[in-house]
């Protein structure tokens, strides 16, 4: 997640305003019948975590980061390209400029559905310079890219087209995803959603899902509630990452987010474990965001409410 400005505040106080025009939307048509699409399965967490440890390689072996413009950046996505392509994902690379060094979004396709209504899922996998951006964002890449190799490995036909995207240089203001959304221009109305995962496996988790579109956020919402988890509205990361450009051209975003530097309260540490008076994430944009700064079950429950979200939108 990209560091916050006074800019992004103001961007966010604009946004907070059309959120609750779109959960006042939304409600009347909460209570329309919904089919039952097939079950997500479970996402092995060993396999995310495992793809941790290569991200965590990659970055120590390319001078102890994968940012945009050092070479762990290219590593961290040809090594998710060679996985894609495996499976049976359509890929492409997506070039950029940014600060005067060659940026890289990375895009899977999954054959089959309905193009006009893609569901996009979507993560940022530069880290900052400082460290290997394990947590950020390693665990959204990980996670988004461990939930497609399950639809591979679920052979899924979905009604609608799944697509996955691996954003670069998001940690100088989303530049990755918004050069795609650019490019995309009026082809940005057939996403019938992105969404977006930065930062699922926060050391001292919480539980924040993304309130921009009530549709969306009563997928994420009730999956957590069947499994007795608590939820807030996420606030800290509004503006601050790859959904950003998606909603500012009208497309319906969501998405999971588990804390950064925001420090968790007694009330919070009460419903979701962890310590009180400390941040989410104490190692945020820190050399010590390595594959230690990892709260497995976060890691787990995020990574499944993606699946079950992926599943349903797309059936
Ligand atoms: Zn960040």
């Known amino acids: 997640m990209t560091r916050s400005s006074r800019i992004r505040r103001a961007a ?23 089919p039952s699409p097939q079950a997500a399965p479970d996402i092995p967490v060993a396999a995310v975590k495992a793809h941790l440890d290569k991200l965590q390689s990659i970055a120590d072996a390319n001078g102890g980061n994968r940012a945009h413009g050092q070479p762990g950046y290219r590593a961290s996505l040809d090594y998710l390209k060679g996985t894609l392509d495996a499976a049976g994902f ?8 940014s600060g005067g060094a060659k940026g890289y979004n990375l895009i899977a396709d999954w054959p089959g559905g309905a193009e006009d209504a893609t569901v996009l899922t979507g ?48 940690e100088d203001g989303m530049v990755g995803s918004r050069h795609y959304v650019d490019a995309l221009g009026a082809d940005s109305a057939k996403i019938s959603a992105y969404l977006n995962f930065d930062m699922i496996g926060s050391p001292n988790p919480g539980y924040f899902v993304y309130d921009d579109d009530a549709k969306l956020e009563k997928v994420f919402k009730d999956w957590f509630a069947a499994k007795n988890i608590a939820t807030e509205p996420e606030t800290e990361g509004d503006g601050r990452s790859d959904h950003a450009p998606f909603k500012d051209a009208g497309v319906p975003v969501g998405g999971l987010f588990s804390g950064a530097d925001y420090i968790k309260t007694a009330a919070q540490a009460k419903a979701w474990g962890g310590t009180a008076g400390k941040a989410f994430d104490a190692c945020y944009h820190r050399s010590c965001d390595t594959s230690r700064n990892i709260d497995d079950t976060a890691l787990h429950n995020h990574t499944d409410a993606i699946a079950n979200a992926v599943w349903q939108l797309s059936s």
């Open 123 to 170: 993560s940022h996998l530069d880290s900052v310079d400082a460290g290997p951006g394990i947590n950020d964002n390693g665990s959204g890449s990980a996670g988004i890219l461990e939930v497609a190799l399950a639809v591979s490995r679920e052979h899924l036909k979905p009604a609608k087209h799944l697509r996955f995207a691996w954003w670069g240089d998001e």
């Open 12 to 34: 966010l106080a604009a946004g907070a305003c059309t959120a609750v025009a779109a959960l006042l939307g939304g409600a009347a048509a909460a209570g329309a019948a919904t």
């Open 90 to 97: 359509t890929t492409s690379v997506q070039e950029f400029t």
